[in-house]
């Protein structure tokens, strides 16, 4: 790698405002040339590539098993980091004061702006949007489907090409959202998603530049050796050091990364600088001295008598108002584009505000590199940067102490020399006071590197002491920020991005997952979008392979999947629930689907779940259980008072069976499951619901489990399908004996009614009164005929119940299945609630038939020891039973019978 062909960017190594360890897609800037209306173009040349190296622990094996090869995460030409398009204006939140200097106006991207469908598109999607509650949460929906479409996407291929796709997403929803926000305020709900995704993409971008430079140097790690090659250049020393330190490195990415979120912001700034001599300084004093000169009269008010660059210290007089008003406001706009690393633009702007001297006292921070040393060519190349750069450099950190001098010129010294404290004084903002941290220490590390190599020049005038013994970490950074002074900063601090921004610096993956812990387990919900980021985020570093904390991890998977349940985004649940651990994950969707009632959404869910690689059948399974087991009380004993109504649970527990019958394979749970919802039923005598659920059941469904073991080569069904289909027969049975009851008891109880005859005083009543007769009698003898037709069928299908074969009703034929307490413990309650009220419902069909002998009868079969009928019986049931048969024996003995129906011998 040739480290010769780029330049590096820090106060001490910078080229123009490339930025270092990173090589960035080519961009220009408009600026306008001295003296000319028309722009130039300055090229951002490409910057060396990503170097190593990174501690290994960062790289630990993960608590998840999916992770790639690592060296598929790069995208093909990997090693070159790719930026897009970074929100203007992200540095500011929606709460605070416009008149920040680092705030600006935000524009649409010039090719936007170009585009007047483009244009047309924001501002009649702007005209819907400002039509809903919430336009903002409305415009920035779409987030949820399109982060979830990219994940897809490049789930197997470079992770970093999701990052990209990310940013891109964010910040196309931020085009959409400024023409909102102007027109709905700066106050509103719809600024501050703006700004939240603002912040997401910033912090996209972060992530995407410092674990590119991670991974990479992981790679590298065996392939580099830390060798450190003598030298007798500035440049080539500092590269060495860039390449084997991932600290500074990777200081420098944070640099670079703050610079260029601040460089999106002032895009269009040089166009706004109207209010400035074209090349002419200081005109107005300039024009005071002329007329003093010229008519020879003394100043009012004492002004500089010279216009040298140092003419007002020296001297202690002040120039013109206005030349000091223009000064103030062009130092300022000076450190808005050192702030933003575009140190050559804020040169062209010196020259043509006519200050060209100060365009030179930046230009001295530049490496000392000759090329010809050790060329060993004939033909002489130019040499690069500043020979006397520490000459320079003390001076500069001396202009920064001269409290005489403005203190924006005072800041744009202190950047280039390292002096934090007049850097801090300008700086209002969370990112403007870690860009000048990290930009210190970059710029003291290579110093002290320096000095070590023995390159530094022993200069009459050195640095302060404070400057080179300072021993500044990532760390140190922070706390720092924590014991600020500025109360608006240490409330940037506590912001969630600003949060993760920080552990994401400083690789501590630990401490963020505490952080997500801590947010997730607060009252207050967090929002939406922010949600969205974590999970995205957590995804990725389990993409790299990191070790993670695997709880909050979960933890932050199941929080966002209640999100998506919640704001009912059906299409999206089943690819996050398949990133939980199995058994977890089988929990969470079966919880989701308990809240999809519209019928016409069940199979798509279910295709969704296959196709997010869920356990289908385990999910549909613990879904009916789930539901069926809710409010469940013990078996009722039948003399009991009972709701025989269909409540809205028992709806519920009738619908849910649905989820096993969309697919034929389940069509086995699904018998088991309905027989179990079943036997609830039966047991609170709740027949319509427990009909309803039989119909639930394919007809075919027996045939299909057969086949279905026939299919695999098992001609036995086991115990548990056996039993299964036994216990279905056997609520068959059942619910068509109460069926024939239930029509038998509606016909005996509507026989037709006998006609009142009328006076017979006139012969046409008379034969009125015969045919109503003849009518009555022909409706009586087809009504009895029914009856007798009903009280055969009713008593078969009770027969066929009490005397079910093979063991008898709700008795397994199976024993060697696997044993389930409960629903043996509900079939033998079943047996003692049932068919005892069956029996009692055939007595009295009997008796009501005025056939009672064949109810005496049915004492012999309760009584039978091949059935054991009487076994189901309590003892007060059958006291009543026996009380029932003896009203039988006395109407039979009413008959002149005897007591059991036969007739008497003489």
């Known amino acids: 790698m040739d480290w010769g062909q780029s330049e590096l960017l820090s106060p001490v190594v910078r080229d123009d405002e490339v930025t270092v360890a990173a090589r960035r897609r080519r961009k220009k800037v408009a600026f306008p040339s001295p003296g000319s209306g028309s722009p130039v173009v300055s090229t951002v040349t490409p910057a060396r590539s990503l170097m190593r190296t990174n501690p290994a622990s960062l790289f630990r094996q993960a608590v998840t098993p999916r992770a790639p090869d690592i060296s598929s995460i790069l995208a093909p030409g990997g090693r070159t980091p790719r930026y897009t398009r970074t929100p203007r204006n992200a540095l500011s939140s929606p709460h605070l004061d416009d008149s920040d200097w680092t705030s600006s106006m935000y524009t649409l991207p010039v090719s936007a702006l170009e585009n007047s469908c483009f244009t047309d598109d924001i501002t009649n999607l702007s005209s819907a949007l400002l039509k809903e509650d919430d336009p903002g949460e409305a415009a920035a929906a779409s987030l949820f489907p399109e982060f979830l479409s990219s994940f897809l996407k490049h789930s197997s291929s470079a992770v970093f090409d999701l990052l990209e796709d990310y940013q891109t997403l964010c910040q196309d929803k931020v085009d959409v959202l400024q023409p909102l926000v102007l027109r709905a305020g700066q106050n509103s709900k719809t600024a501050g998603v703006r700004w939240l995704l603002q912040q997401e993409n910033c912090s996209w971008r972060l992530i995407a530049s410092l674990y590119r430079d991670r991974v990479q140097s992981a790679l590298e790690d065996d392939l580099m050796a830390d060798m450190v090659v003598p030298s007798e250049s500035e440049k080539v020393v500092v590269e060495q050091l860039f390449q084997r330190d991932a600290v500074i490195r990777q200081s420098q990415l944070v640099v670079d990364w703050l610079e260029n979120i601040a460089k999106d912001q002032i895009r269009d700034f040089s166009d706004n600088i109207e209010y400035y001599a074209k090349n002419v300084c200081w005109e107005n004093t300039l024009h005071a001295l002329k007329m003093r000169r010229k008519n020879g009269t003394a100043f009012t008010v004492p002004l500089v008598t010279e216009l040298d660059p140092d003419a007002p210290i020296r001297q202690q007089r002040p120039l013109a108002d206005l030349d000091r008003e223009d000064d103030a406001r062009l130092l300022k706009n ?6 933003a690393g575009m140190t050559e633009e804020a040169q062209r702007l010196c020259i043509r505000c006519g200050q060209a001297w100060r365009a030179a006292t930046l230009e001295g921070w530049k490496l000392y590199h000759d090329p010809n040393r050790n060329s060993g060519t004939v033909e002489l190349q130019p040499v690069e940067g500043n020979p006397h750069r520490g000459i320079w450099k003390v001076c500069c950190w001396r202009m920064a102490e001269e409290e005489q001098l403005h203190r924006y010129e005072r800041a744009i010294y202190a950047s280039l020399s390292g002096n934090l404290k007049p850097l801090l004084a300008v700086c209002e903002s969370w990112e403007d006071c870690v860009w000048s941290y990290f930009r210190v220490m970059v710029d003291t590390l290579v110093e002290k590197d320096l000095m070590s190599s023995g390159m530094a020049h022993q200069e009459l005038e050195t640095l302060p002491r404070e400057y080179l013994e300072a021993n500044w970490t990532m760390e140190k950074v922070f706390d720092e920020l924590q014991a600020s002074e500025s109360k608006r900063v240490l409330e940037e601090t506590k912001e969630h991005y600003h949060i993760i921004q920080k552990f994401v610096i400083l690789g501590d993956l630990d401490g963020l997952l505490e952080e997500f812990s801590v947010w997730l387990t607060a009252s207050k919900p967090l929002p939406s979008h922010l949600l969205r980021f974590m999970t995205h985020l957590v995804l990725f570093f389990r993409f790299l392979g990191l070790a993670l904390k695997e709880e909050v991890c979960v933890d932050v998977l199941k929080a966002y999947i209640s999100l998506l349940i919640r704001d009912k985004q059906t299409e999206l649940v089943a690819s996050y629930v398949g990133q939980l651990p199995a058994e977890l994950a089988t929990a969470q969707y079966a919880a989701f689907l308990e809240t999809v009632s519209q019928a016409e959404l069940r199979p798509r869910c279910l295709e969704l779940a296959t196709d997010a690689g869920l356990d289908v059948a385990a999910i549909t399974k613990l879904v009916v259980e789930t539901v069926r087991e809710k409010d469940e009380s013990d078996f009722t004993h039948h003399s009991q008072t009972l709701e025989m109504g269909t409540s809205k649970e028992d709806k519920m527990k009738i619908d849910v069976i649905d989820w096993l019958m969309f697919d034929p394979a389940h069509r086995s749970e699904a018998l088991k499951q309905s027989n179990a919802i079943m036997r609830k039923f039966l047991a609170l005598q709740k027949h319509d619901a427990a009909k309803a659920v039989f119909t639930k059941v394919p007809e075919d469904s027996m045939k299909e489990i057969y086949s279905q073991w026939a299919g695999i080569g098992q001609t036995v069904l086991p115990a548990e399908d056996e039993n299964a289909i036994r216990e279905h027969l056997c609520i068959r049975a059942y619910l068509e004996a109460h069926e024939a009851f239930t029509e038998w008891f509606s016909h005996s109880s509507s026989p037709p009614q006998k006609p009142t005859p009328a006076p017979e005083v006139k012969f046409t009543e008379k034969v009125a009164n015969e045919m109503r007769e003849k009518e009555y009698q022909a409706s009586l003898s087809a009504w009895s005929s029914r009856l007798d037709v009903l009280t055969e069928d009713v008593k078969e299908r009770i027969y066929n119940v009490l005397l079910f074969v093979d063991g008898g009703w709700m008795v397994d034929n199976r024993q060697d299945s696997e044993q389930d307490t409960e629903r043996s413990h509900q079939m033998a309650a079943l047996r ?47 006291r009543r039973f026996l009380q029932k048969l003896r009203e039988s024996s006395l109407a039979l003995l009413d008959r002149g019978l005897d007591p059991l129906g036969y007739e008497l011998q003489s």
């Open 334 to 339: 000076l450190f808005t584009l050192i702030r």
């Open 832 to 878: 003692s609630l049932c068919l005892p009220r069956l029996s009692f419902l055939l007595l009295s069909v009997l008796q009501n038939s005025s056939r009672h002998q064949e109810a005496l009868r049915l004492a012999d079969i309760i009584s039978s020891d091949q059935h054991q009928l009487y076994q189901v019986f309590a003892k007060e049931e059958l």
